[in-house]
């Protein structure tokens, strides 16, 4: 993770007052972070794989693996939480490979994701909907 | 050369013939009076390969009536599709006359008139035949128990499963997986799967603690049959603590997993797997999408969802067997596997008819020494019915209006909320209720009737949430069961909505006013997934409103309004 905690704390403020925005402000602050990590690059669909549960056991800790071939490095994004940025890994060139796992923190239902920048400079996304429910009835 | 599917077309089509030959012909022998055993197990052995599927048993040992649902909406791409189809739509869809045997196992209508003629289904001893039966055939037929065995009764409660243990033994599945299982806790499912004599699968289950598949549970087992190399791969139900209270097996965590699926997939196919099964408790609509995101997978027995399904159904190259609950159907799947791959099949959904399949002696012994400590507290009865008590439907059954009726009045609420479980036998009217069949729809872990306040506004939450977990279009977001029970209170549901704009209309039914956001409601409910929830058993509050009550009435209510269908 190359986020320190200062930079955290700074995210985390500025997010705060997003979060008081409508949606589509909330949108655009994710667009903003994408732009700020690809430098507005295009983003191919494919090259980059999320794992996560489709409906979280626990809301609080959701276990997720993110990795992509040949990546230098990736950043993922909860796009619903009140700070959206969760961690970018920086794979040097000893690393095995380009794969990490981690749990992470979702205030809610939203979509996770995790955006490569590959070895060549060029970038992928790709996200999934995990749901954070109260619980059902199952049969 | 045929092609592998033209060898699954030829295999379909004899599924289709053995349909026409062993089960479309009921109709007319029933309406002579000649249905028999051996009709009902009637079966030209095929290939080389013999699956036996059982699913969702919920502990009834004994015959009983199982009504079939009338409402089972298909949302997304599985709208108006089997398994979604009812009534009459059921009996075009496979050819099924009115008031046929077929028609009693497979449709709700005239239920009460045909279970009067066709009488109780389901037993294990009568299970316990045909299993005997099909082994006659091919005695080495791998027998399959999808899971929810060891849960919904009275002796499964007070034994902790172990009746049903000692009875499924005898009858010598080869594999199992889970879900109402974990309810009895993880001390004692780990107690109990210690000592099983068969495999207990489900690649989805992980150690909660370190993401990493579990090492209590095998992901797979290989069998050698007929010259061919099997694997069945377990798939255990993905959304246990979710759906149920994961605090009391918090060791363990689930999911679909299916990326993890492919990986065990491709690693049987790589240790010569020239078959691979999937015995799952995913739920039928979850069950084909998996079908079509995961290579390689032959067949599919598919369990949760509760779903009796006739035929097979064919996704790519993968087939999907239902084979319904509460013991009234048994699968039969015959597979021609040569040169590494299925070149065919044929199936049969079997009917356990219990007037009409013999108890297996030994198994009949067997399961009245389970019962024979309980059989006077069992028997005891609590009142009568005058109309039929069913649960299955996406809302309210006649049992669950009953139960919420029990929860208004013993527990002075305004509201009554029962959970959307699809277990829990039927009764016809005129029948007595004995506290057996309380517990038949009632039994379970946590069974605490709680009295709490809830807003207005956290109702309408919790509809949302449930109704999310049964319309979301995409079925890997189902979480299998049906709509919360409700009483005290109506409102309409617009199914084609997203989660947050599907219920409107919510109604104080007493006041006939709107329910107020910000006002809180007196709410009575049980089978919360939260600890520490207190209340008295629900098995008690039934038994002492149908006490008062002496003969229950439960026409059935209209208090949802349906739409976006």
Redesign the interface.
């Known amino acids: 993770m190359d986020l320190t905690r200062r930079e955290t704390l700074a995210v985390g403020g500025a997010a705060l007052v997003v979060a008081a925005l409508p949606m589509p402000a909330m949108a655009s602050a994710v667009d903003d972070l994408i732009n700020e990590f690809t430098g507005g690059a295009d983003l191919a669909d494919s090259g980059v794989d999320l794992?996560a549960?489709?409906?979280a056991?626990?809301g609080n800790t959701v276990?997720i693996e993110v990795s992509a071939e040949g990546a230098a490095s990736i950043m993922v994004l909860a796009a619903g939480n009140p700070t959206p940025p969760v961690a970018t890994f920086n794979f040097g060139p000893l690393a095995g490979e380009s794969r990490a796992?981690t749990?992470i923190r979702l205030a809610g239902?939203q979509d996770v994701i995790a955006v490569a920048k590959m070895a060549d400079g060029s970038f992928a996304r790709t996200s999934k909907?995990v749901?954070v429910?109260?619980?059902?009835?199952?049969? | 050369m045929i092609s592998r599917r033209d060898f699954l077309q030829v295999g379909m089509a004899a599924s289709a013939l053995v349909g026409a030959s062993g089960f479309g012909n009921w109709a007319k022998l029933a309406a002579q009076q000649a249905l028999t055993q051996d009709q009902l197990l009637q079966f030209d052995t095929f290939g080389n390969v013999s699956l036996i599927h059982v699913t969702d048993i919920h502990a009834q040992l004994k015959p009983i009536y199982f009504r079939e649902p009338e409402i089972n909406i298909g949302v997304g791409d599985n709208k108006g599709k089997v398994p979604h189809l009812t009534g009459a739509d059921f009996r075009q869809a496979y050819g099924i006359e009115d008031g046929s045997p077929r028609d009693y196992a497979l449709t709700y209508e005239d239920f009460a008139s045909l279970a009067r003629e066709y009488g109780r289904v389901g037993g294990l001893d009568r299970v316990a035949t045909v299993v005997n039966a099909i082994r006659a055939d091919r005695p080495d037929a791998i027998l399959l128990d999808g899971g929810d065995t060891w849960h919904g009764s009275y002796t499964c409660y007070h034994t902790e499963g172990q009746d049903m243990v000692n009875v499924m033994n005898a009858l010598k599945p080869d594999a199992m997986t889970f879900h109402w299982e974990f309810t009895l806790g993880q001390d004692r499912v780990r107690e109990l799967i210690e000592g099983l004599p068969f495999a207990a699968l489900g690649q989805n289950i992980f150690d909660a603690t370190w993401d990493e598949p579990s090492e209590e549970f095998k992901a797979y087992e290989f069998f050698e049959r007929g010259g061919a190399k099997i694997a069945v791969i377990g798939q255990a139900f993905p959304y246990m603590p979710i759906a149920n209270p994961g605090w009391m097996f918090p060791d363990f965590s689930f999911g679909i997993r299916d990326e993890r699926m492919q990986e065990v997939v491709n690693d049987v196919r790589g240790q010569g797997a020239d078959l691979v099964v999937v015995l799952s408790h995913n739920g039928f609509d979850v069950d084909k999408q998996m079908a079509g995101v995961v290579e390689g997978i032959d067949v599919i027995l598919s369990g949760h969802t509760h779903d009796a399904v006739p035929e097979p159904v064919l996704v790519g190259e993968t087939i999907i067997v239902a084979s319904g609950s509460n013991g009234k159907f048994v699968s039969r799947v015959d597979l021609d596997v040569r040169e590494g791959r299925m070149m065919g099949f044929r199936h049969k959904l079997i009917p356990i008819f219990s007037d009409v399949i013999q108890p297996d002696k030994d198994m009949a012994a067997l399961i009245d020494e389970q019962r024979a400590p309980y059989e006077a507290e069992m028997a005891e009865v609590i009142g009568q019915t005058e109309d039929t008590l069913y649960r299955r439907g996406n809302f309210n059954g006649t049992w669950d209006d009953v139960i919420c009726d029990a929860l208004l009045s013993e527990r002075d609420a305004e509201i009554a909320l029962s959970p959307g479980v699809r277990w829990g036998p039927s009764l016809i009217p005129g029948q007595d209720i004995t506290r057996e069949d309380i517990w038949g729809v009632t039994s379970m872990t946590y069974p605490e009737a709680y009295r709490t306040e809830m807003t207005g506004e956290f109702l309408k939450v919790i509809l949302e949430d449930v109704a999310d977990n049964i319309f979301n279009p995409n079925p890997y977001y189902q979480q299998g069961g049906d709509m919360v029970r409700i009483g005290g209170m109506g409102y309409a549901i617009d199914i084609s909505k997203p989660q947050g704009e599907r219920i409107s209309d919510m109604t104080l039914l007493s006041t006939g006013g709107a329910i107020d956001p910000a006002r809180n409601y007196v709410v009575a409910g049980w089978a919360s997934v939260n600890e520490g929830t207190e209340g008295p058993p629900i098995w008690d509050v039934v038994e002492s409103h149908i006490r008062k009550l002496g003969t229950v009435t439960a026409p059935g209510h209209d208090n949802v309004k349906v739409t976006g269908v």
Do not use: A, D, M
Request: hydrophobic share 15%.
């Open positions: 794992i549960p489709e409906i056991e626990n276990p796992k749990r239902t909907n749901k429910t109260i619980g059902g009835c199952g049969g």
